[in-house]
DNA sequence: CACTTGACCTGTCCGC
DNA sequence: TGCGGACAGGTCAAGT
């Protein structure tokens, strides 16, 4: 689920939640949601205090005072909820999207000195939390290997548009997908922001003009700015550090669109299977 | 090598 | 209602 817009939307919301406490506890009864031997937890992870917390593609980085990182992947399901008393519970007027936590998707439960809780939960078990020396982070392979930050000013256009002529076989939806090739882009902000650029998502990158890709790096910033700025997508599972959803969808212009009319030209958006995701598109506005 | 497909999991929805 | 199959926001290993 969650692509650059909702991982950063929970960096920001428990940056304000849980910077400066101390950790008590960790419980995870799903040994892949986190891998990590039991003496590296004990040694490392508990007593540590939350420093920092960043964010690098879709990859959330929760520092800790004993120069360890937690290094979190909410995949397509996962959710990092934090609980301090119940007051937001069922039937708040602020009431979170999740009920009452634990429940049968958490897989990792951590636990605070000041009796608050930090809920991974994780329906479909993709997900997972590894801890990492802080230092050997960015040597992780998928750190060495991921492209760009998209909203890094000086991410350039020339840059954009060199580093997905490195993908010319395939489709450019398969294209910015790779996260070797920008960093953060997922199945929503790839249909949203191909839509904006005009480009269909079927296209052969080598049938996409330049000035194209120039306008499809615009565009990405567009939808994930806006995305960020509205606190994300909610389509199911996908909540922010309080538990509640953002709502991206009430702007999207053809992501779970199809049947609907394209907000541009009225034409019928179709939803067809580009790089073996499902995909959106206006077959008028963007044509191949 | 470059690119595509299957696997990892659980849950929901849709057609018969 | 019940059952089988397709599908769901990501990424990597295995296959072509």
């Not at 049968?104 to 000195?113: A, G, M």
């Not at 609907?260 to 995909?279: E, Q, Y």
């Amino acid at each position: 689920m969650p692509e650059l817009p909702e991982v950063e939307t929970v960096r920001r919301g428990l940056s304000g939640l849980i910077i400066g406490k101390r950790i008590k506890a960790v419980k995870h009864d799903w040994p892949k949601s986190f891998p990590n031997a039991k003496n590296d937890i004990d040694a490392f992870v508990i007593g540590a205090k939350i420093t920092s917390i960043r964010r690098r593609a879709k990859v959330l980085l929760i520092d800790l005072s004993t120069d360890y990182t937690l290094v979190i992947h909410l995949k397509m399901t996962g959710q990092l909820v934090f609980r301090g008393d119940e007051r937001f519970g069922a039937g708040h007027p602020n009431e979170s999207l999740v009920g009452k936590l634990p429940d049968k998707s958490t897989r990792v439960i951590v636990t605070f000195y000041d009796g608050s809780h930090l809920y991974f939960n994780d329906q479909r078990k993709f997900g997972w939390v590894k801890a990492y020396p802080t230092i050997e982070v960015s040597n992780i392979d998928f750190m060495q290997r991921v492209g760009p930050e998209p909203l890094e000013e000086n991410f350039t256009h020339q840059e954009f548009v060199e580093r997905v002529r490195k993908r010319n076989g395939t489709t450019i939806k398969a294209a910015i997908l790779d996260q070797t090739v920008i960093a953060g882009v997922g199945n929503i902000y790839a249909d949203e922001s191909l839509w904006g650029a005009k480009i269909h998502p079927a296209s052969h990158v080598r049938d996409v003009s330049d000035t194209q890709l120039h306008n499809l790096l615009d565009e990405i910033r567009y939808v994930m700015n806006l995305a960020i700025d509205k606190g994300g997508s909610t389509d199911k599972n996908y909540v922010n550090a309080e538990g509640k959803r953002g709502s991206y969808m009430d702007f999207a212009r053809v992501f779970r669109r199809e049947k609907l009319p394209c907000p541009r030209c009225v034409t019928v958006i179709t939803k067809t299977r580009v790089a073996g995701r499902g995909t959106h598109t206006c077959p008028v506005c963007q044509v191949q």
